[in-house]
């Protein structure tokens, strides 16, 4: 068991115990044998003047714990709103791309048209607060979050010993004429003679998705780069036809991990989705895209400081919001794992594809 390292991601960090709470979780693995990986557990020198600097030391902390991990334990439950912490699943993101095993947690596994609050039934259909049809209601989860890892339905503790019989079962098949598991697959796009860029955000569950797309790829096309979007199918993963859920889920998680990994640059609509957060299947792509060296760039309407765009009961209450959690105080407009991985750009789509477009055009 020793061979495992173990990294606990969550928003446990934000929570008013949420320390004591990590430390058991990471005393709870090392009983079964398991190392982990704790970003805490490393002693940062914090600057008072320099906020973001100490945001951007704390993600290289994350970044390198991350590589020394073969493992992680997500936290899935909802997170301001009806949807996960976005940092979490963005390191889920980079563990996948590591090829390292991705374990969930959640109290809740029903489908989101059960856990999703104020939706509106009209005509036969469900739609959210924002109008659109309520994206894969059927699903506890985003089709990246159910694709890429082992949802348990519990706490902590249960996901831990799964992952342990899981571990323990490996070691008999390695033992048997099971064959192993295929490799993580590489680029299977051929070289267009652009640079390609994936266009990742939540214009992927809007009922006129192909429509906003041919505008946005004509757009790439007009700057010099080659455009693909979670709704085209990729080289190397077949289509699917099935009336089953989660194996639709599994095809679409399965076709835009490998438009990640087909991209050289992610464009990200880091837009709040269902609460204060960004949609998880973009989380997801930007963690795998910064593991695999791609390029980031993401946009917001809003990139004030998170302590102005989230409520909270400010300076003296340690900027908490309604649950209790903070409202990280890094002079960034999102989550760390966001803010200090990639160029985040105030405006549209239009508005990051041009910023990206100017630092190609330096770099020649």
């Keep these: 068991m020793k061979k495992e390292s173990i990294y606990i991601a969550g928003p446990m960090c934000f929570y008013e115990d949420g320390y004591p709470r990590w430390y058991v979780m990471r005393d709870r693995a090392r009983v079964k044998g398991f190392d982990v990986t704790m970003p805490s557990d490393t002693q940062l020198e914090m600057d008072p003047r320099d906020l973001r600097k100490n945001g951007d030391a704390i993600f290289d902390n994350c970044v390198r714990c991350m590589d020394a991990s073969t493992a992680i334990l997500c936290n899935l439950e909802f997170y301001r709103g009806a949807d996960v912490d976005g940092g979490s699943i963005y390191e889920v993101g980079m563990a996948y791309a590591r090829g390292a095993h991705c374990y969930g947690y959640t109290r809740d596994k029903r489908p989101m048209a059960w856990k999703y609050q104020n939706g509106v039934l009209r005509d036969g259909v469900l739609y959210d607060q924002k109008g659109r049809p309520l994206p894969y209601s059927h699903l506890p989860f985003s089709p990246n979050v159910v694709g890429s890892m082992k949802i348990v339905e519990g706490d902590f503790d249960d996901c831990l010993q799964v992952f342990a019989l899981d571990r323990e079962e490996e070691r008999k098949r ?62 190397g993963v077949p ?3 099935s009336d089953d859920p989660y194996t639709q ?5 399965d076709r835009q991990q490998q438009h990640v990994r087909n991209c ?93 477009a100017l630092d190609l055009e330096g770099t020649k």
């Design 174 to 235: 390695r033992g048997g004429r099971v064959p192993p598991a295929a490799p993580v697959p590489g680029r299977t796009l051929g070289d267009v003679g652009k640079p390609v860029v994936y266009l990742a955000g939540h214009e992927r569950y809007a009922p006129d998705a192909v429509r906003r797309y041919a505008g946005m790829k004509a757009l790439c096309g007009e700057l010099g780069f080659y455009a693909i979007t979670p709704a085209d199918e990729a080289p």
């Design 239 to 241: 289509p699917v036809s």
């Design 249 to 253: 889920a599994y095809h679409i998680f």
């Design 264 to 356: 050289d640059i992610v464009i990200a609509d880091l837009n709040d989705f269902h609460g204060w957060e960004p949609d998880s299947d973009t989380a997801f792509e930007c963690g795998m895209g910064f593991q695999l060296g791609k390029k980031l760039y993401g946009y917001m309407a809003d990139t004030r400081r998170m302590i102005e765009r989230v409520p909270n009961l400010g300076a003296a209450r340690e900027y908490r919001d309604a649950c209790g959690c903070n409202a990280e105080n890094f002079d960034y407009p999102l989550n760390i794992m966001f803010a200090c991985s990639m160029t985040i750009v105030q405006g549209g789509f239009e508005d990051a594809l041009r910023r990206a």
